[in-house]
């Protein structure tokens, strides 16, 4: 062997393949590199023998149920069949176990090498893996990867390492397994080297998390939370398990905007707004966080939705939340850095939000507040009620508001049949209306008296939700 195969072979590369990547760093977590590409060799070899030798301390605890047997349970699905796990451990000595461990973590031989290159990063491979090695998940993205007519994929000493270090990089439950990932370097650094850090404490202690497992979408958010850094890639969450019992492999992706207005909106200086977000996504029996995230993974708008119905819930009874100000600045900054919304029309609808608020301030009346919210579950009486109280405005010389109600191009914003958005423009005009009555000081004299029920709402937020606002992770 030339040294710069020899070299080469101690060199992690990152390939376009997510688990090989979140393996990859989680490897140069616990190496102490600073990224997989900056491991040195000799760091690598260090590295790739303390996984053996956890892989044997774990083999020989035998039984998954035992005092100290949780890595032995995760590695079920991750290495299923292999000799860490086989079945006839338990019949076995130490040494027996401890030697077929090694030898199964072991490099391959120069000379029983296949004349192939490594599927995930083109140099020299080692041998075909299969499942005992890598996850094979059912997805044709990764069983594309092998070749035809072999067992496995082919793949170098430092890829396959790069999943021998995976489970390091996963969030662990004993089944299935959740790994985060994103092209943004700095973020997987960051996220992989607190979740190493985690699970090296876990395999000292041979126990699961005491922690209760929060919903898989949450992890993302914890992730985002406490990255300190612009996100330059989005993130993806992959559940995946390559158990005997079922492979499984599940991808759910956020895409970077809607990514980083998270982790700025949950962050100082911006996050003023986050608990009333929070409550607007909460249920009696979920916290905001859990609702939160995963709008997040389906769909941005149906947190606009979500923000809309909550600053909405008392206009019924002429009441204005006292969060709305927050929480509409936080809604209006979704709208355009993450829907990309035209800046122009979003302004339209506030101008127009702000006539109609005007109107109402100076009416001064929760019946007419009622009136109005009542229009926007009915397109054609909202688009009625706004051309009734236009006429009026033009015609009134003593008028409380100056000049139309609405112009003619708002109202074509918010309802013609070509304007695609129509309808959720709609909603943020309800939303512009909310936040400038709030700033008036809306306070008519007939609102019902639900301002003490409200205030001890707003107080109530979810435990789980005040974790992860003061970045407690799980
Ligand atoms: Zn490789």
């Excluded at 030697?99 to 491979?125: K, L, S, Y």
């Excluded at 089944?175 to 850090?197: K, N, Y």
């Excluded at 000081?441 to 007939?446: A, I, N, S, T």
């Amino acid at each position: 062997m030339t040294d710069t195969d020899q070299d080469a072979q101690s060199r992690l590369v990152l390939s376009p393949h997510p688990l090989q990547r979140v393996g990859a760093f989680a490897l140069a977590t616990l190496g102490q590199g600073a990224t997989p590409e900056r491991l040195t060799p000799e760091a690598f070899e260090k590295t790739v023998s303390i996984l053996t030798e956890h892989a044997v301390t774990a083999a020989l605890a035998r039984d998954t149920k035992s005092d100290r047997g949780f890595w032995l349970k995760a590695s079920l699905s991750f290495f299923p069949n292999s000799k860490m796990n086989h079945h006839s451990n338990a019949k076995k000595d130490d040494v027996t176990i401890g030697d077929a461990v090694q030898a199964w973590r072991r490099c391959p031989e120069r000379g029983t090498w296949p004349a192939a290159a490594c599927v995930m990063c083109g140099r020299a491979a080692v041998g075909f893996f299969g499942k005992v090695d890598v996850p094979l998940a059912e997805s044709d993205l990764y069983r594309n990867t092998t070749p035809r007519g072999h067992e496995g994929m082919a793949l170098c000493w430092p890829c396959l390492c790069s999943f021998y270090a995976l489970p390091y990089g996963c969030r662990l439950t004993g089944g299935q397994s959740i790994a985060l990932h994103s092209w943004d370097e700095p973020f997987m650094t960051r996220t992989l080297s607190r979740r190493v850090e985690r699970n090296k404490q876990l395999i000292a202690l041979g126990r699961a998390d005491p922690r209760g497992l929060p919903a898989r979408e949450v992890l993302a958010l914890q992730a985002l939370r406490n990255h300190e850094d612009r996100l330059a890639a989005g993130v993806e969450l992959l559940v995946f398990s390559n158990n005997n019992r079922g492979q499984t492999l599940e991808i759910h992706s956020m895409e970077q905007p809607i990514a980083e207005w998270l982790r700025r909106s949950s962050r100082p200086p911006r996050r003023r707004g986050f608990p009333a977000l929070l409550r607007a996504h909460a249920t009696a029996d979920r916290p905001g966080i859990v609702g939160l995230a995963r709008n997040a993974f389906r769909s941005p708008d149906l947190i606009v939705g979500a923000c809309g119905r909550y600053l909405t819930t008392y206009l019924h009874q002429g009441v204005i939340r006292e969060e709305t100000a927050d929480l509409a600045e936080l809604c209006f900054s979704l709208v355009i850095e993450v829907m990309r919304m035209n800046k122009v029309e979003m302004d339209e609808i506030k101008a127009a939000g702000a006539q109609v608020a005007a109107w109402l301030k100076a009416e001064n009346s929760a019946g007419r507040l009622r009136a109005f919210n009542a229009t926007l579950k009915d397109q054609p009486r909202m688009r009625h009620w706004l051309m009734r109280r236009n006429i009026d405005a033009l015609l009134d010389s003593n008028s409380a508001i100056e000049g139309p109600l609405i112009t003619e191009n708002q109202f074509r914003l918010l309802f013609d049949p070509e304007v695609e958005q129509a309808w959720f423009h709609r909603q943020l005009l309800v939303v512009s209306v909310v936040q400038r009555l709030h700033e008036l000081g809306f306070k008519p004299e007939d609102r019902a008296e639900v301002a003490a029920a409200l205030a001890a709402e707003e107080d109530e937020q979810h435990p789980e939700d005040i974790a992860y606002m003061n970045g407690e992770e799980s």
